[in-house]
């Protein structure tokens, strides 16, 4: 089953918080004749969940996006997000799914172009035929995440500006991904 693209920047919703449990060690000692049991190294891959998408734009990189802004955390549909509005110009959108890999998100093949960013995969989404502002592009993390930048211009016009936007976006942040 496919899911849809949380492509939604305008139905936001505030984020309730995050918690962050330090991992639980274990005390104890070894004589010469016992042996402790060999506690396992921690896990070197932790996906998107240890990122905080408010922190993938540093206040270099909103610079360099336009961005005039703090970022404020959002959830959309479950994933975990940060939001950009510069008013009267244009609002960002980071959005990070750890469940749904580029191949899971359902995206007309008709909007969607493939392109890659960094070492990414990626996907461009836009419908040149709406011509209505807005510009997402999604990048891969492995086979089962993917970041989702999505950009509104005001006014919801300039489609290729809103392109552009995006594109700045995910290459400032796409260093920043596993």
């Given at each position: 089953?496919?899911?849809k693209v949380l492509?939604?920047?305008a139905?936001?919703f ?5 918690g ?13 004749h016992a042996?402790a049991s060999?506690v396992?190294p921690?896990?070197a ?8 998408p408010?922190?993938l734009?540093?206040?270099q990189d909103r610079s360099t996006?336009?961005v005039?802004?703090?970022?404020k955390?959002?959830?959309i ?7 950009w509005?510069v008013?009267?110009t244009?609002?960002v959108?980071v959005t990070?799914?750890a ?5 899971d ?11 890659k960013?960094g070492?990414?995969p990626a996907?461009q ?8 502002g807005?510009?997402a ?5 492995g ?6 930048i999505?950009?509104?211009?005001s006014?919801?016009s300039?489609?290729p500006l809103?392109?552009r936007?995006a594109?700045t976006?995910?290459?400032l ?5 596993p």
């Amino acid at each position: 089953m496919r899911k849809k693209v949380l492509w939604a920047p305008a139905a936001l919703f505030l984020l309730a918080g995050c918690g962050h449990q330090p991992q639980a060690g274990a005390v104890g000692h070894a004589s010469a004749h016992a042996s402790a049991s060999p506690v396992p190294p921690p896990v070197a891959w932790t996906g998107l969940a240890a990122i905080d998408p408010c922190a993938l734009l540093s206040p270099q990189d909103r610079s360099t996006a336009g961005v005039s802004v703090l970022g404020k955390p959002k959830d959309i549909a479950g994933a975990r997000a940060c939001d950009w509005t510069v008013p009267g110009t244009f609002g960002v959108t980071v959005t990070l799914s750890a469940t749904d890999g580029l191949a899971d998100l359902e995206v007309a093949k008709k909007t969607a172009t493939r392109t890659k960013v960094g070492a990414h995969p990626a996907l461009q989404v836009v419908d040149k035929k709406a011509a209505d502002g807005t510009c997402a592009v999604l990048l891969g993390v492995g086979d089962a995440a993917s970041v989702q930048i999505d950009v509104s211009n005001s006014g919801f016009s300039d489609t290729p500006l809103a392109c552009r936007r995006a594109g700045t976006v995910a290459a400032l942040v796409e260093p920043k991904l596993p």
